[in-house]
């Protein structure tokens, strides 16, 4: 099989914005990321990356009128928070933080008139409160948003308990792919 492929991580992930400008104005100044590299692509449109820490990046493209396609929330992403998103597609981007950060956070998004949801991730409900972080079995503490363009994101933090889960959960496997 050959040599084994040593990843160091997200290179890029790369999205596709309506407004260029919009995303700058969100992603600078409600998600604290700075730009850190902008490209013109003549004919095609632009390409612009964000600090997402760690030498990674949060990329988008902005193409010219003639190239752009519709959006199709609910189908290609979710378009509310119970939502599913079809195969194939991306359901959210989670940005990791530190547990101490996530009330500072919210505090932030508050503070700025940015409609957000947290959610306290237990190992056997949801909970919708930051007190549900010092539960035990608890084991991710998130705040949920969308961007200009309907990209859900996350702010993700790991608690302890997380370290404690295991991957012992089979796979499912469809007999019929769905069409």
Not at 53 to 62: E, I, S, T, V
Not at 90 to 101: T, V
Not at 144 to 149: A, G, I, K
């Amino acid at each position: 099989m050959g040599a084994t492929i040593k990843y160091q991580g997200v290179s890029h992930l790369a999205l596709v914005c309506d407004d260029m400008a919009r995303t700058v104005e969100f992603y600078e100044n409600v998600m604290d990321m700075p730009l850190v590299k902008s490209m013109e692509m003549p004919g095609v449109g632009q390409h612009f990356f964000f600090d997402i820490g760690n030498g990674d990046a949060l990329a988008f493209f902005c193409y010219d009128d003639a190239l752009v396609r519709p959006a199709a929330p609910g189908i290609a992403a979710p378009g509310t928070n119970t939502d599913v998103s079809a195969n194939g597609s991306m359901h959210h981007i989670a940005f990791r933080i530190e547990p101490d950060e996530v009330e500072a956070c919210c505090e932030r998004f508050a503070k700025l008139g940015v409609d957000y949801q947290f959610k306290a991730h237990n190992k056997s409900s949801d909970g919708q409160d930051l007190s549900d972080v010092d539960d035990e079995d608890t084991f991710c503490a998130s705040i949920y948003l969308w961007d200009p363009d309907g990209i859900r994101l996350e702010l993700c933090a790991w608690l302890p308990s997380w370290y404690e889960l295991g991957n012992d959960v089979a796979p499912m496997s469809r007999k019929v792919p769905v069409a």
